[in-house]
């Protein structure tokens, strides 16, 4: 019987993550692509996968094996849509076969090792998931600005709006507004903001931090809302039977230590990484598939 290669991914909106492993799941090579996000283009994610894949082989220096040879497993950034589950599922690639999910499932998979757990990411955007005993709970996700409470981009606006009232001397004072507007005036900073993505507002965020440390009364209330919005999340994955929870992304590590004591306690290191749950998915997914056979 010949050897089977198993390939996890995880795409995102920045770049492409990969990782071969042999069939007793130790890892042989690492590659990375560009954005594998298919909300921003769905050939370009394709792209991105086989990219990552290609430099995973690459840096294995494995001879004799190919794309062809691989069984896939890839955790998608944007696949809770059902328009792209579809046109991932009507993809003509190169690999033995392909298995999508979630990022967050993924995610969920590689950070507790297959057994039921959550993730919570609070990073440029906000999201969550719950699995127990095989069931799927997932929380937020739908983007900015709509639900995106607590992440670096909601930060970000809120420091905006804040040192907007500031300016007009209709809101509380605050030292972010001299930041924020060093390089550029108030006018020129609201124009160029009036249409700004999440990861234009997500670089306000380490401000808020710094000027809330330094005592800066609005972005200390700025934090405690964000902590306070992290706290129901892991209540209510609590509430669902999650009992250990991994936090992904910069804001969700930085607000961990100003969790209460009950939060603070259902928070674990993840044990893998995103990655190596999609490529347990596969695997798992590839079994099911050949003893259904």
Not at 77 to 102: D, I, N, R, V, Y
Not at 186 to 199: P, Q, V, Y
Request: charged share 15%.
């Amino acid at each position: 019987m010949h050897e089977q290669f198993h390939l996890g991914i995880d795409a995102g909106g920045t770049q492409t993550r990969a990782a071969l492993y042999d069939h007793n799941n130790a890892l042989l090579g690492e590659g990375v692509g560009g954005p594998g996000n298919p909300v921003n283009g769905v050939h370009v994610a394709q792209a991105s996968i086989v990219q990552a894949a290609e430099n995973a082989l690459l840096n294995a220096n494995l001879a004799n094996v190919n794309l062809a040879k691989l069984h896939i497993g890839a955790g998608i950034a944007g696949l809770h849509l059902p328009s792209l589950q579809e046109a991932m599922k009507q993809w003509q690639h190169p690999f033995q076969s392909l298995f999508c999910t979630t990022d967050l499932h993924a995610a969920v998979t590689g950070m507790h090792q297959g057994d039921d757990g959550g993730v919570i990411i609070l990073g440029t955007g906000f999201s969550a998931l719950g699995v127990v005993k095989g069931v799927m709970h997932p929380i937020g996700g739908y983007g900015f600005p709509i639900n995106a409470q607590g992440s670096g981009s909601w930060l970000g606006l809120q420091a905006v709006e804040a040192s907007l009232l500031a300016h007009d001397n209709i809101g509380t004072p605050t030292s972010m507004l001299t930041a924020m507007t060093e390089q550029e005036d108030i006018l020129s900073l609201a124009t160029r903001l009036n249409h700004a993505t999440s990861t234009e507002f997500a670089t306000f965020s380490p401000l808020v931090f710094e000027h809330a440390a330094q005592g800066d009364l609005v972005a200390k209330a700025i934090l405690e809302q964000a902590t306070e919005f992290l706290q129901r999340v892991i209540l209510q994955l609590n509430a669902l039977g999650v009992g250990e929870i991994v936090l992904v992304g910069s804001v969700a590590q930085r607000l961990y230590c100003r969790l209460n004591t009950r939060c603070s306690s259902s928070i674990v290191e993840g044990k893998a990484s995103a990655e190596f749950g999609a490529m347990l998915l596969a695997k798992k997914n590839l079994d099911n598939t050949q003893a259904h056979k």
